[in-house]
T-cell receptor, first 118, second 115 residues
């Protein structure tokens, strides 16, 4: 069975603090993809990053960085020097490569609400 | 370049009524997905199309739900005999064919309230 767990329901930080959002996944497939999406108060999901299961290199994009570790089935997301505009719900998602015909439907975690206080 | 659009953005209906939502994907995308999101939860997959073919339906999609994509462009999601448990945000997403890793781009959603 495929599953994504985001154990942190809510995190509150003060602006300029660093914050890490945890994501743990379960899958029996050897080929899969992991994603992070941001859902601001406006409600529209915004794509942030995609990683495939064969690429464990960490990635940095501006203040955002991602740490993918297959050994612990984790794909954590760090925001450096957080800003008020980072306040949103962040979702981690999994897509398996071969499931009933490779549909690439996304399986989401329950999300982490990040509140950045000024 | 426009993103995924959905109409209406909000719908309030009485229990037992039928409702229909529309999704217009990004123009070159041939895959289209419907998800449902309830408060405090992540989106849950409902169904998906590749061009006009509906290739998978979740068990969440009861027989009161039907989705179509008649010409492989826009899609509609109809809920018949609505129930209060159908109250949720209905999200549409689209992506390019060709590989399971292609990211899905989401629309703003249609928020349904069943009274």
């Amino acid at each position: 069975a495929q599953k994504v767990t985001q154990a942190q329901t809510e995190i509150s930080v003060v602006e300029k603090e660093d914050v890490t959002l945890d994501c743990v996944y379960e899958t029996r497939d050897t080929t899969y993809y992991l994603f992070w999406y941001k859902q601001p108060p406006s409600g529209e999901l915004v794509f942030l990053i995609r990683r495939n299961s064969f690429d464990e290199q960490n990635e940095i994009s501006g203040r955002y960085s991602w740490n993918f570790q297959k050994s612990t089935s984790s794909f954590n997301f760090t925001i450096t020097a957080s800003q008020v505009v980072d306040s949103a719900v962040y979702f981690c998602a999994l897509s398996e490569a071969n499931y009933g015909g490779a549909t690439n439907k996304l399986i989401f975690g329950t999300g982490t609400l990040l509140a950045v206080q000024p | 370049d426009t993103g995924v659009s959905q109409d209406p953005r909000h719908k309030i209906t009485k229990r037992g009524q039928n409702v229909t939502f529309r999704c217009d994907p990004i123009s070159e995308h041939n895959r289209l997905y419907w998800y449902r999101q309830t408060l405090g939860q992540g989106p849950e997959f409902l169904t998906y199309f590749q061009n006009e073919a509906q290739l998978e339906k979740s068990r969440l999609l009861s027989d009161r739900f039907s989705a179509e994509r008649p010409k492989g462009s826009f899609s509609t999601l109809e809920i018949q005999r609505t129930e209060q448990g159908d109250s949720a945000m209905y999200l549409c997403a689209s992506s390019l064919q060709g590989g399971v890793g292609y990211e899905q781009y989401f629309g703003p959603g249609t928020r349904l309230t069943v009274t």
